[in-house]
């Protein structure tokens, strides 16, 4: 994996129909089937629209507030990074590309990675954190370097 860049370089990646491109202020992952476009808000990514690929047809969000917010993860130092990549091929999973953006918040730090496959309707993500969000009210044992994943259903409504 290449080292991550720099958050404030533009950078894009392609594999097929599926792109991963960042433009210093928006993240868009999409495929022909599927688009995601979010806000970089120094690496407190916020989800701005989600549609349909190749169309305007989609749903666009009100305000930018991040994803992760219910988790207390919202207030970033500024040290996040960004790196994209395109993944090979195994016996278990096709090719695909892969966003990672990781960001030291306050009080928790956060892993998310999401992936695009060609012509799949869908982008998963995982996310995991390290520290103590407010949601959860644990924290790693000190002198650990523990990372998680995080489980949003224990998370509180807003």
């Known amino acids: 994996?290449?080292?991550p860049a720099l958050a404030q370089e533009p950078q894009s990646v392609t594999l097929e129909d599926a792109r991963i491109a960042f433009d210093g202020a928006q993240v868009v992952?999409?495929?022909s089937r599927i688009e995601r476009r979010m806000?970089?808000?120094d690496g407190a990514l916020a989800t701005l629209w989600l549609g349909f690929g190749g169309s305007d047809e989609g749903w666009a969000m009100a305000g930018q507030v991040p994803d992760l917010a219910p988790l207390g993860a919202v207030q970033v130092?500024?040290?996040?990074?960004?790196?994209?990549?395109?993944?090979?091929?195994t016996g278990l999973r096709p090719a695909h590309?892969?966003?990672?953006?990781?960001t030291a918040g306050q009080g928790v730090d956060v892993r998310r990675i999401c992936l695009v496959f060609p012509k799949v309707p869908a982008i998963p993500c995982t996310i995991a954190y390290r520290g103590a969000p407010r949601a959860i009210g644990r924290s790693a044992p000190e002198?650990?370097?523990?990372?998680?994943?995080a489980n949003l259903a224990l998370a509180p409504q807003r």
């Open 97 to 102: 590309l892969e966003l990672t953006v990781e």
């Open 39 to 41: 806000a970089w808000n």
């Open 29 to 31: 992952l999409a495929n």
């Open 77 to 89: 130092s500024g040290e996040a990074t960004l790196a994209l990549r395109q993944v090979a091929a």
């Open 1 to 3: 994996m290449a080292a």
């Open 143 to 149: 002198g650990r370097d523990v990372i998680e994943s």
